[in-house]
């Protein structure tokens, strides 16, 4: 028979979770699990004893929850204990899943008093029997292999370390706990109601599996941690495989079929669902294992250029060697806009397309007076195309004379024959005349009636020009030299940068040969830094990025150090690198190296462009440094001042009278 409180104290011991008196926020219902959870933490010895905060949400969904309340102040305040409440008030429950959006604003909760206590812990109560719970829910829905595991015993969330202690732990232990150490708790009526899923797996599902089995629970649970070590396993060759054969961005997911389909379909089965999770997130619950299976078939027995349409909005596509994943409505909405958009042309003026390209018709004579730029153009005589000239995408039908072949051929193709990838073909522009012949399929074919200007007669110019690239970099020329006017002196040159990375991403190059590391930059400030290193650095390597401040607005650092985005990326194992701009005071680089040395990084190093020792608060030394600054207040190269001046290319220090 276990002894809880020895088995306890063991797991808190050989974890070394937290340092005695640090503070853990405990989540408190009034329920035996919480209750019992708390007296588990509140007995520890001192030397392993925590400061303990109590958060407690008052859902307002029974008539005793004032009194679950007042209960909960009452116990935990007999040992100085302090409780934040949140009040959820009945008027703000939604009318469907009220389960799931009470667990949303619960660790929302958590989080903002761990952050307001400085807490990097929040602990919550389930158990082994929610385990099961969990597990059997998410096989019956159709989970991925995965998800199976169930409920982790730590997890980070916003930057704090979710830890679920009770978890080895039957439901019928801690009863007995409570009763013989002679805690109260109070009974959540809800958790009878066969309105909730869960209550229907707990009261009736599950007892009937045990009629077949008593021993049903245990090997669900140990199913569930056989799948977690299983995965364990292959995590490494998981994440390879992503990195070879995947490009995972905010707006859509590409995969390179020629190497991924060599692969051996289960583990394409396993790869593709993790890929997935870290494209969209919570919409990839949405993709069930038969899409999954569906998808895998398609990149082989699919033909080239098809579509498969898929749950939630999304689409996948095929395009030369590769699919890309995204959401169809943002891309129907373009190419019905696309299909819409039919621009006239005026004598002498230039006609957006869109926000990066335009297009105009000009005399011969205008065009002469036009600015140096990049453009594509085509040159006309007045006798051969009869006005006004339109500027649309293709359609259905459509065909052309090419310039050096004989007859017309259509334009889709002239797409074909230059494995054009079909959502480009949607984008292409072309120009025809008032009679309908196709003059220009801009950036692929002309027609004939396209001119030499060395040896014909020239009466109007097309002119075509995407990005306006230049009328980009005179405003930031200007923008620039505004900007000089604000610094007091350049620190350190844009060419003295460039040299210092070079030697900066030799030295990185040799440390880190052979290791595959982790380079974390950290945004925004270190983003222009890391940008170039990785430019300069002849090896494999993966980056991730991390949002944290401590200065806001001001000049000096808060000292309080926010998370605002955290690694998608599992650090286990891995050489991590931290990528910084500069170093002052040392509490964030602190804190988060502190934090990756819990996640069992296997080295955590750092690189800075900028090291001020003089702001130093907390005794840190990066492991390499590119400059020295002296304490004053730098901008520039990606170092802000209320977000302006990142983009200087240059370390300068800020006039005094800009930010006092």
């Known amino acids: 028979m276990v002894n809880m409180t020895d088995d306890f104290l063991n797991q808190v011991k050989s974890n070394a979770y937290w340092q005695a008196g640090e503070c853990v926020v405990i989540g408190v219902s009034g329920g035996v699990d919480s209750m019992v959870l708390f007296d588990m933490i509140n007995q520890l010895p001192v030397e392993y004893k925590p400061t303990i905060i109590v958060a407690h949400i008052n859902h307002h969904l029974r008539n005793d929850s004032d009194e679950e309340e007042k209960f909960i102040k009452e116990w935990v305040g007999k040992y100085d204990v302090p409780v934040y409440v949140y009040q959820w008030p009945k008027s703000e429950h939604s009318d469907s899943g009220v389960e799931q959006e009470a667990r949303k604003i619960r660790y929302h909760f958590f989080e903002d008093v761990a952050k307001e206590t400085n807490s990097s812990f929040i602990l919550t109560a389930h158990h082994r029997d929610d385990q099961v719970e969990t597990v059997l829910m998410r096989f019956v829905k159709g989970s991925s292999l995965d998800e199976l595991t169930g409920i982790s015993t730590e997890r980070i969330r916003d930057g704090k370390v979710v830890l679920r202690l009770l978890l080895p732990y039957t439901k019928e232990m801690i009863r007995n706990y409570a009763e013989e150490n002679r805690i109260p708790w109070r009974e959540d009526e809800s958790n009878t109601s066969l309105e909730y899923t869960r209550n229907r797996y707990r009261h009736h599902i599950i007892p009937e599996l045990k009629k077949e089995n008593p021993a049903v629970e245990k090997h669900v649970y140990e ?278 990375v070079k030697e900066l991403a030799a030295l990185l190059s040799r440390e880190y040969d052979g290791k595959n590391p982790l380079l974390v930059g950290v945004l925004k400030g270190g983003l222009p830094f890391m940008a170039d290193l990785i430019k300069q650095m002849d090896m494999y390597l993966e980056i991730d990025f991390m949002d944290v401040s401590s200065y806001g607005n001001e000049t000096v650092s808060s000292g309080e150090v926010k998370i605002l985005k955290d690694l998608d990326t599992n650090v286990e194992g891995r050489h991590v690198l931290f990528v910084e701009d500069i170093i002052d005071t040392g509490g964030t680089l602190a804190y988060l190296k502190d934090m990756f040395k819990y996640r069992k990084a296997a080295s955590v190093k750092i690189v800075t462009l900028l090291d001020k020792p003089t702001g130093r608060k907390i005794d840190i030394k990066a492991d390499w440094v590119g400059f020295n600054v002296p304490h004053k207040f730098v901008v520039g190269y990606g170092l802000d001042y209320a977000e302006n001046y990142r983009n200087l290319p240059f370390i300068g220090v800020l006039k005094p009278e800009i930010y006092q």
């Open 223 to 500: 199913f569930s941690k056989d799948i977690e070590d299983l995965l364990n396993v292959v995590e490494p060759l998981i994440n390879e495989e992503i990195r070879r054969s995947f490009q995972i961005t905010r707006k859509n997911l590409t995969i390179k079929l020629p190497s991924f389909i060599k692969q051996e379909s289960g583990f394409q089965k396993i790869v593709l669902r993790r890929a997935f999770k870290k494209f969209s997130g919570q919409g990839a619950y949405i993709i069930s294992q038969t899409h999954i299976d569906l998808l895998v078939d398609w990149f082989v027995s699919g033909g080239p250029n098809t579509v498969l349409e898929l749950p939630n909005q999304f689409v996948a596509r095929k395009e030369y060697g590769t699919c890309v994943i995204e959401k169809i409505d943002a891309m129907q909405m373009k190419q019905t806009d696309f299909m819409k958009t039919a621009i006239t042309l005026e004598f002498n003026k230039w006609k957006p397309l869109n926000d990066d390209e335009r297009i105009g018709l000009f005399s011969y004579d205008a065009f002469k007076q036009m600015d140096s730029q990049k453009y594509r153009v085509i040159y006309l005589n007045e006798e051969q195309v009869e006005h006004p000239l339109i500027v649309r995408h293709r359609q259905p039908g459509d065909k052309m004379e090419v310039k050096g072949l004989e007859g017309s051929k259509k334009i889709k193709d002239i797409f074909i024959d230059q494995k054009v990838p079909r959502r480009q073909r949607d984008e292409a522009w072309l120009v025809r005349d008032n009679q309908g012949q196709i003059i220009w399929l801009i950036n692929y074919k002309e027609s004939p009636l396209s001119l030499n200007p060395l040896t014909d007669t020239i009466s109007y110019v097309l002119v075509y020009q995407t990005g306006t690239m230049q009328d980009l970099m005179n405003t930031f020329k200007k923008e620039t030299e505004n900007m000089k006017k604000d610094m007091e002196s350049i620190l350190i040159s844009e060419e003295e940068i460039q040299e210092k």
